[in-house]
């Protein structure tokens, strides 16, 4: 008897797609995704197509950090989230 493997998909991986998605939109205005954990609003994140920068938004701490890199201000989300998920 064969045991099912499950398939995990990487969370940071599915955060990239969702920043990649939003660099995909054409058009100057800014792009804005809202990211939540168990249902409650964790951060947020803007994209800024004429300066090509991300502003990651931490609903808890109150502070705004801005990214010209997808893949630092995924890793902001990611932490986000993963400090969020742990703090219960």
Known sequence: MKSEVKKVESRLIKIIRRLQAMTAVRGTA???R???QFGVYVCEVSY???????IVRRVRQQEQL????????AMEVYDCLY???HTF
């Open 30 to 32: 800014p792009q804005i």
């Open 34 to 36: 809202e990211f939540t």
């Open 48 to 54: 800024q197509p004429t300066r090509q920068e991300f």
């Open 66 to 73: 801005v990214f010209d890199d997808l893949d630092l201000a």
């Open 83 to 85: 400090d969020f998920r």
